[in-house]
């Protein structure tokens, strides 16, 4: 590895924990409205991993076919990466 590809890969490393820091940032410092309450009944999607093949709980309606889409397509990447079909450096 050439120390441009690994600068390269530094920062992006540090450019996806700097969207994720802004992200959760926004989502904490977002205003609420006066008359927004809890309605006490929550939905939510999570994925759990084990190698390959993800388990998708409480997957309701387009966000769990994304989630499953992208998951599929992650260890797909990772899959041919790893035996070495698809090169990501030159």
């Known amino acids: 590895m050439t120390a441009a590809e690994a600068l390269l890969l530094m920062l992006s490393i540090f450019a996806g924990f700097l969207l994720v820091?802004?992200?959760?940032?926004l989502l904490?410092?977002?205003p609420r409205g006066e008359?927004?309450?809890a309605k006490g009944e929550a939905k939510g999607v999570g994925v759990i991993?084990?190698?390959p093949v993800p388990i998708v709980l409480r997957g309701l309606g387009a966000r769990a076919v994304a989630i499953v889409a992208a998951v599929f397509l992650l260890s797909l990447l990772l899959f041919l990466?790893?035996?070495g079909v698809v090169?990501?450096?030159?």
């Open 21 to 25: 820091f802004l992200g959760l940032a």
């Open 28 to 30: 904490l410092l977002r």
């Open 35 to 37: 008359g927004e309450e």
């Open 49 to 51: 991993l084990i190698g």
């Open 81 to 83: 990466v790893l035996s």
């Open 87 to 90: 090169s990501l450096g030159s």
